[in-house]
């Protein structure tokens, strides 16, 4: 169903305060930066071996990255898992009784499809599932 981990998501405060710990003193290249309106936050994401870092900040008060912010401070928000198939994935999930918090996926940074699990079925730990887009998969 997962092929592998895509990224570990790390909710932050400040974007470039968070981008010069992991790219300048932690050694990890910057490999894409975008605002993600339906997320209300904007990412980047760090390579680290076969996956990313990715870094978020909200744009706006009421995301849920600014709501967590406001609840646990900095920290790890997700762990994102890749599939080839999201839609096979969410059914999978479904007939295994994981509760899910889309149902449908959404759209992603760098066009992938997204969806999260909720963190009551997945051990407390926040899960995306992403389908890379053709044009990043790999």
């Known amino acids: 169903m997962f092929g592998a981990i895509d990224h570990i998501g790390v909710a932050v405060e400040d974007l470039d305060e968070g981008i010069a710990l992991y790219r300048d003193r932690l050694g ?12 209300g936050v ?7 071996g076969g996956s990313h870092i990715e ?4 744009i706006s008060p009421d995301s849920a990255v600014a709501r967590y912010l406001d609840r646990n401070g900095p920290g790890m928000h997700h762990v994102a898992y890749r599939t ?5 994935a969410l059914e999978r999930l479904r007939e295994s009784s994981v509760r899910l ?15 999260f699990v909720h963190p009551k079925s997945t051990g407390g730990v926040l899960t995306e599932i992403v389908q890379p887009s053709e044009d990043t998969h790999g």
């Open 28 to 39: 990890m290249r910057e490999q894409h930066r975008e605002t993600v309106e339906a997320f």
């Open 42 to 48: 904007e990412a980047v994401l760090l390579e680290i």
């Open 55 to 58: 870094l978020l900040t909200p």
């Open 84 to 88: 080839d198939d999201i839609d096979a």
């Open 101 to 115: 918090l889309d149902e449908e996926p959404r759209a992603g940074i760098r066009d992938s499809r997204v969806a």
